[in-house]
């Protein structure tokens, strides 16, 4: 990656990352033998904090970056335990909102003994309260970070105002796709981020081209094409078959490390927060998808969403197994 790419990342290092999205709760049950529909399924089951937005908050805190999150949460016990709990991990939470009128967010999540998800659901409905008026409320929180993060739980109007106040702090943008069916909400900005990570699916969606098994070089491409659209960097995430990326100058496959699968649940998280914490930090793009990938390896042998013993030296200690 050039050296302007790269400054766009880090003009002001030492300023926190401001995150935008979900925040909530996760229940993940993992089978285990076949599933039987229409029954009860012996499992072991398991709960955590989770949302792609906090997910990363906290990876970024773990790592070391100040981190402010703009979400929403219930004025529930759930969300009074989930902000106590990502307070404790270093993350700012005073422009979190609560709300009566929405529950704390909820993600139920089904894989199967292999550790593959194979359904999932989840009630976001508390998002739709962080409205474009609440954001402009916290628009000095723009001008105080050094890169914004936004999950595609956001609504709409709400994604708008964020690329308006982003634009006018002149901070790069960062998304997550977050699924298929909200990735077409990031359509229409793609030539103003610096830095998106769809998975295979997701890329599917972004481009409207296929993505096949073994997916490497359909991936590859689907990178290389969203790079014409005006994205900076571009992560593409398949699994077993590791990470494929591109940038103007560059682009490469980082082959998946094999471990246990103990839960899916965050990986794909990992892999965004740490690239991100590496790019605010002047890590040469190769190296930070590499790091990236070890830090979704030691999440999948977590039965939580976060690694929390996380750190860059345990993160470099992984890619030498």
Not at 94 to 106: D, F, N, W, Y
Not at 125 to 141: D, F, K, M, T, V
Not at 192 to 201: E, Q
Not at 288 to 304: D, E, I, K, M, W
Request: with cysteine; proline share 6%; charged share 20%.
């Amino acid at each position: 990656m050039s050296e302007e790419t790269l400054s766009e990342f880090s003009p002001y290092p030492d300023a926190p990352a401001l995150i935008i999205g979900a925040a909530g709760v996760d229940i993940v049950g993992r089978l285990k033998a076949d599933l039987h529909t229409g029954t009860s399924n012996p499992a072991q089951i398991r709960t955590s904090f989770g949302g792609v937005a906090r997910n990363v908050a906290e990876t970024l805190a773990r790592l070391g970056h100040p981190v402010k999150l703009l979400s929403v949460v219930g004025e529930d016990q759930a969300g009074n335990q989930l902000l106590e709990n990502i307070a404790r991990a270093g993350v700012s939470v005073e422009a979190v909102k609560r709300t009566s009128l929405q529950p704390t967010g909820a993600y139920i999540g089904m894989v199967n003994a292999a550790g593959e998800l194979q359904v999932a659901m989840d009630d976001m409905r508390a998002i739709s309260e962080l409205s474009p008026e609440y954001i402009r409320e916290n628009a000095h929180l723009f001008q105080e970070a050094s890169v914004v993060f936004f999950d595609a739980n956001l609504p709409k109007e709400t994604l708008r105002t964020v690329f308006s106040l982003a634009r006018k702090a002149h901070l790069p943008v960062c998304a997550d796709p977050t699924s298929t069916v909200l990735a077409e909400r990031i359509k229409p900005y793609l030539n103003r981020l610096s830095l998106i990570t769809p998975n295979s699916s997701e890329a599917a969606i972004l481009t409207d081209q296929p993505i096949s098994a073994p997916k490497r070089r359909d991936a590859l491409q689907a990178a290389k094409r969203l790079v014409s659209q005006g994205v900076k960097v571009v992560i593409v995430s398949m699994a077993i078959y590791g990470v494929c990326y591109a940038t103007s100058d560059t682009s490469g496959h980082i082959p998946a490390i094999r471990t246990e699968i103990v839960d899916p649940t965050g990986a794909g998280d990992a892999l965004t927060a740490t690239v991100l914490f590496a790019l605010l930090n002047d890590i040469p793009i190769d190296d930070a998808v590499r790091l990236g990938v070890s830090a979704a390896s030691l999440t999948l042998r977590h039965p939580g969403t976060v690694w929390p013993d996380l750190s860059l030296e345990k993160l470099y200690d992984q890619l030498l197994i």
